[in-house]
């Protein structure tokens, strides 16, 4: 089925979230980690489900990280995550370890279900050590009323994040209804293989657990490690995907004759998180998409996307509103990809700025009041071959060094 038709069936759901699929609940509170945020929060489903995990590259990978990859590795069956927000517990040794994995336990013994069906993520300052009175305390009042809702929980797990970040769309397959839901936080250390970002992605649908991984490593590989905001990759940084299965459908795989309507679900959710996450960079006030046509390979697109969105000169050039292209040259030029110099093209949106490798006469005037849009796309096209990307980040605004350099008080 051609990719188009199959992304007609995808319908949003406004005012979507985690919550949306069958079975699941979430919520969030404050336990004391912030002075007054919300900065515990938690989403469980009515019975385990199939879940698969992609994490950070960074080599100082948080505790957290470990304890949830711990439990995939069991059964590759998930039913409730547990977060908290302002302290990463990266960089904490033996100690933080152990308390990751009393976080788990406390958890998990509150919502009634196995240790190792439970996922723990934090995010926030490296270094210090959890607080674990005031985690147990607020593990304590998971369920009470007051607490519930996809709205807590999408606040909880905020840092510098400025907005929540939360999505949800459905499709129909064996005639059921399937839903497919996320929410997310990041806004600054982003870049490519996890950076610092978490998001969490439910669906009632039933899908078979090794599927269910490849599907999420392939989508995280043209979305979430597709964005950038200031070219740092964290310690802490995860995506999670839980399938419970109650919709009914039969059994979803790659063999499955519907498995891509599925497959571009997640992916447009996927998709849609991520591109929050730029929009959201700290300091940002543009989301810039870049899109490369007619590279050797996908891979050199992808390389190619990545060195210009992750550019800073490029980034300041794009909060200033110059049409500077020559910085958008430069970017090509050291991506390392194989390239003919003499056949490269450059538009800002629909206004073309270079064409084969050459200047071409555009207005400067046009070129600036495009840019002073807050979404701007960045065209660059090849005649080397079939290979696209798109990337997404955001433009470098003095804000972004003002909240980082004040970002321990």
């Known amino acids: 089925m051609a990719q188009s038709t199959v992304k007609q069936k995808i319908q949003w759901i406004e005012n979507g979230g985690i919550t949306s699929p069958k079975g699941f609940q979430a919520g969030g509170l404050h336990c004391g980690l912030r002075k007054q945020k919300l900065d515990l929060g938690w989403v469980y489903s009515d019975v385990p489900g199939n879940a698969a995990g992609v994490y950070t590259t960074n080599l100082f990978q948080a505790a957290p990280l470990k304890v949830t990859q711990d439990s995939l590795n069991q059964e590759q069956k998930l039913q409730g995550i547990v977060i908290n927000s302002a302290i990463a517990n990266a960089c904490t040794g033996e100690q933080g370890l152990l308390d990751a994995y009393e976080m788990r336990k406390v958890f998990s013994e509150k919502i009634g279900i196995p240790q190792h069906y439970a996922a723990v993520a934090s995010t926030g300052l490296i270094g210090e050590m959890l607080p674990m009175d005031k985690i147990k305390g607020g593990i304590a009042e998971i ?32 005639e059921k209804e399937i839903t497919i839901g996320g929410a997310a936080k990041g806004s600054g250390m982003i870049h490519p293989n996890m950076a610092t970002m978490l998001s969490f992605v ?12 490849t599907a999420l490593k ?11 905001v200031d070219g740092d990759t964290s310690t802490n940084d995860m995506v999670l995907v839980l399938a419970n299965g109650k919709a009914e459908n039969s059994i979803l795989s790659e063999e499955h004759p519907e498995w891509e309507t599925f497959y571009e679900g997640l ?24 899109k490369v046509t007619g590279a050797v390979s996908d891979e050199a697109a992808s390389a190619i996307s990545k060195a ?32 003919d110099p003499n056949k490269v093209g450059v538009s800002l949106g629909t206004i073309p700025v270079v064409e084969n490798g050459l200047p071409v006469t555009f207005s400067e005037d046009e070129a600036k009041e495009y840019l002073l849009q807050d979404e701007v796309v960045l065209c660059v096209t090849f005649q080397d071959g079939v290979g696209e990307a798109t990337a997404w980040g955001c433009d470098l605004s003095y804000d972004y060094v003002k909240i980082n350099a ?3 008080t």
């Open 308 to 339: 210009i969105i992750s550019s800073n000169l490029v980034k300041t050039a794009i909060h200033g509103s110059d049409a500077n292209w020559g910085r958008i040259i430069t970017a090509i030029g050291y991506s390392g990809q194989p390239l």
């Open 267 to 290: 992916a447009t959710v996927c998709e849609l998180l991520a591109k929050e996450i730029a929009r959201d960079g700290e300091g940002a006030t543009k989301l810039i998409t870049v």
């Open 202 to 213: 439910t669906t009632d649908a039933q899908v078979e657990a090794n599927a269910l991984s």
């Open 218 to 228: 392939r989508i995280t590989n043209k979305s979430f490690n597709m964005i950038t």
């Open 143 to 174: 369920g009470e009323p007051e607490h519930d809702g996809a709205d807590k929980f999408e606040t909880a797990i905020l840092t510098t994040d400025t907005k929540e970040k939360a999505v949800a769309v459905k499709v129909w397959i064996d």
């Open 406 to 408: 004040s970002y321990r």
